[in-house]
């Protein structure tokens, strides 16, 4: 395992360090597909040289980062490159670890369980989907701070699935800091804690709601720090609207792969509000129906609910899609069961092609506009959710097979066929 | 969704493509190219119509009355061209200041990567000149251009003389809200880039220049002229720029309405319109026509000197004066009050010409064929392409023990071949300028190509592979060419059209169970380069200039040359994307074709 897996960052450094060098690095920085208003590395420095004229770096509508980020930066920013790639060098061993940890179900039918053999893979594979994902590596030379964000991600997950309360909610409360979003990923990983420590969830036991207090008191505790230290450390409020008025209200509407812009870019003031409201629910609102389905198999949910933040954010970019589609090599037992794999990877393989094209054609020749563009985003997300919802049809699907057996026949004797209502 | 979540009729209909999928496949490809041909047939094309209501409404009467002035100009800028051997620097800023105009001149300089053949030259070095008109009573915020080139020899004197006869007599009118730039630029093509370049400030080609002294405000639209005799029987109108990007169409139609007002006659391609189009002979002329602006859109080369404005959005075309044997003549007088007839229209603009499409084919200059008529020809042939997945995609699945993309021998396979094959497109796109430097003498396209043949051919004699590893190569290999076709027609539809009509026959057939020689005949016949070949022979022989096989040859040799120059002088995308992405998916067909 050492060895394909010291191969494989040897492979990926060099790609990036390569990349870095030659002049493709200043494109893919400025690419709207891979860099967004919150993440991008030119916001970054801006807010460091604003810090150094002893200005506030919220003042002005350009930088969008929390404190601890410009600080981190401020003693990091000659060794910028080294530590985009540490942070994912970090995330990797993460994924790796937790992909070892997961999934160990009782076996029912032979031909659905997976052999130690394949799990033994499954963290190379992790790996492999992770750092060599064209998604990641332009993300990692655009130096986006979106990967500082799938590492902290990553590091929550990797604390909850070793067990480690305590850390989880830390990490959580970080990712939360961050960005609002991985606030959806509480409910996951209350239930993987719960489950691991043979509470029941149940609405009426004690134990349960004890844990959930415990919990909340963690997180919420690690949070009231980490906001009253970026007090401190900048000695203002103003990062709060900075950074969390910025990713609620939207008001920069540049192009990006996500679903906000076009839609506020053309309505009207009047309506702004309730839209945004809608836009915004949409994110939190999936958290509690998964859970109730999913509360058997909260790493499935964690899987899900960082698809669905992926897709239905802010401003997503493609570091965001990486995070999530470095899981998929985890439940690669689903195979047999998904119907639109092919459908879905073609579709991705041509938008993916076809975003910078109808960039150029809007942009540069001026023979398109902002229909097309748009036209391959939703088509994009339209494709995204397609595999999300696949793969959840897949892992019921095997659930059901696991429960009522693999070859079903009907009462006559002949054979069944499943339809999902 | 039924389609996608019933499982019954989900399996009957994808039983259905792949019991099918030949003679679909087949079908499709007669389609498309029926299609295509049925572009050109009249009653399916539109009158081409003016979309810009500012241009549309007003009544201009022309008053230009100085056409032999302008030609006496013209012979003077002759002599004087002549006297100093290149471009008459001081006569012309004299002559530009006397009638008014604000004169500047901008220097540039440029080694081309290697001789070129064609124009002779190597190291270039020349002068710019323009003369700015400013609006009198408007602020300086949009500016027109009118521009002539300064070619050796006796060429686009008149040109000259004609644009300096327009400036003269503009600059005494008071009508004008846009300020008009009269360019005269020396090497056309290579003095027209830094002309831009120093007008927009960027430098994406490497070029010396000087910064522009004096500038307008934003271009709004250029025009071209190239004018080499005193009379001329019709004006031919040129269209196609750089990446095979046009114009907006309202420029063409603006052109179009002015010939028909006065009265002269205008062609596209070099073909007059014809009014048969019901027999047989009529048609095929609307063919040809059409056939002729495919070939110069998909070659990706300006086929005027306004073909670089196109880039920085300024709609611009070239009109050429043309004088062959017709009985009808027209003077310098009527062409000069069509130009100033087009520009104060185009000073009328609000904003920039957007109302009209920019993807269009003209089989003639009345009638267009848009791209919501066009594209479903191309679609035709992608869509085999698609159903050619789907069929492999299906024949993987079913086997029970299928190697999943993941696992270890598998991806080493799929690999090499992909790595190889685009690292042959590198080196043939970065060899021939490489040994250009080394070898002094004739440009050796012809060597690089065959060593770099016989390289690929040697190493896909060799490979090992597996019987389901090919079909995984096949899969990648077609649906990589789909979207490579698909991006590329959607910038270029005429380049992604034929490399489609050649392509996707050879990505359907090939597998290592066809004959191998009649299969690697046939593949070497529909290889990017042997297309490139045909296309020479035809483009030949739609312009009524057939040529023998050794002159075809060498002007082969001598396209392929003028691509790699057009990529490092202008920026033109066709060679990089035939070396670097086209060339390597026919090479992993090659390799399938091989496979053991």
Known sequence: ?421 | MGLLSDPNRRRALISLLTRLNTPICIVCYMAGVAWFMGLAFEPFTLRTYMSENAMGSTMVEERFPAGERALATGREFSAHKKRTGGMPVEWLMKTMQAKGLEVFTQRFSRTLPFPDENKERYMVRGTNVYGILRAPRAPRTEALVLSAPCSPGDNNNQAVGLLLGLAEYFRNQIYWAKDIIFLVNEHDLIGMQAWLEGYHHTNTTGMDWSPLQGRGGSIQAALSLELSSDIITSLDLVLEGLNGQLPNLDLANLFYAFCQKIGVLCTIQGKLQRNDWDSVSGYSHAVQTMMLMVMKQASGRPWGDHGLFLRYHIEAATIKGVNSFRQYKTDATTIGRLLEGMYRKLNNLLERLHQSYFFYLMPSLSHFVSIGYYMPAFGLLAVILLLRALDLWVQLSTPPQRTEDGSSPGVLSLLTPLVISHLTGVALYMLPIRFQEMAVEHFPVSETEAVVLTAIAVYTLLSPGTEQGWRVLKLVAVLYLAVLLGCTALINFSLGFILALTLVPVAAFVTPHVPKVLSAFILVILSPACTLLFSVFFFQELQEMPISFQDGWLLFLSVISQGILDHSLYGSLVYPLITLLVYPCWLLFWNILFWN
Not at chain 1, 334 to 339: A, I, K
Request: hydrophobic share 55%; aromatic share 18%; with cysteine.
């Open chain 1, 1 to 421: 395992m050492a060895a394909p897996l010291t191969l494989l960052l040897l492979v990926a450094v060099t790609v990036r360090a390569a990349l870095f060098r030659s002049s493709l690095s200043e494109l893919i920085s400025e690419r709207v597909e891979v860099v967004s208003p919150l993440t991008a590395w030119k916001r970054v420095i801006e807010g460091l040289a604003l810090l150094d004229l002893g200005v506030s770096p919220y003042s002005g509508d350009v930088f969008h980062e929390t404190p601890l980020t410009i600080y981190l930066f401020h003693f990091l920013v000659d060794y910028a490159e080294v530590t985009f790639m540490v942070s994912v060098k970090k995330n990797v061993f993460r994924k790796q670890k937790f992909a070892l940890e997961a999934d160990r179900y009782p076996l029912d039918c032979l031909e659905l369980i997976r052999s130690p053999k394949e799990m033994y893979y499954i963290p190379l594979k992790v790996a492999m989907f992770y750092l060599l994902n064209p998604f990641t590596i332009l993300s990692c030379v655009a130096k986006s701070t979106c990967g500082l964000n799938n590492a902290i991600i990553a590091l929550f997950i990797l604390s909850t699935i070793k067990g480690n309360v305590l850390l989880s909610a830390i990490f959580l409360s970080l990712a939360t800091y961050q960005s609002i979003y991985p606030l959806t990923l509480c409910a996951p990983a209350l239930l993987y804690l719960m489950q691991r420590q043979y509470i029941p969830v149940n609405f009426r036991r004690a134990s349960f709601w004890w844990f959930i207090v415990q919990y909340a008191f963690m997180y919420l505790g690690s949070l009231f720090v980490i906001i009253c230290l970026s007090f401190f450390l900048l000695g203002s409020w103003d990062y709060l609207p900075s950074v969390y008025g910025f990713i609620l209200s939207v008001p920069d509407l540049t192009p990006n792969i996500g679903l906000f812009w076009y839609f506020f870019a053309e309505m009207f003031e009047h309506f702004r509000l309730f839209f945004l409201c809608v836009f915004q629910i949409n994110v939190f609102f999936y958290t509690i129906p998964l859970s109730i389905k999913l509360k058997e198999h909260p790493v499935f949910l964690i899987f899900m609910q960082l698809a669905v933040i992926s897709i239905f954010k802010s401003y997503p970019t493609v570091g965001d899609i990486s995070l999530y589609m470095a899981f998929l090599p985890v439940w690669s037992h689903l195979h047999r069961f998904l119907r639109n794999i092919f459908l879905v990877s073609c579709v991705l393989l041509a938008c993916s092609a076809l975003f910078p094209v109808l960039w150029h054609l809007w942009i540069y020749a001026g023979s398109a506009n902002s229909n097309f563009y748009y036209a391959i985003t939703l088509l994009f997300n339209v494709a995204q959710i397609l595999l999300v919802s696949d793969y959840f049809y897949a892992f019921l699907r095997r659930e059901h097979h696991l429960t009522y057996g693999l070859y079903l026949k009907r009462k006559d004797g002949s054979e069944a066929t499943l339809v999902l209502k």
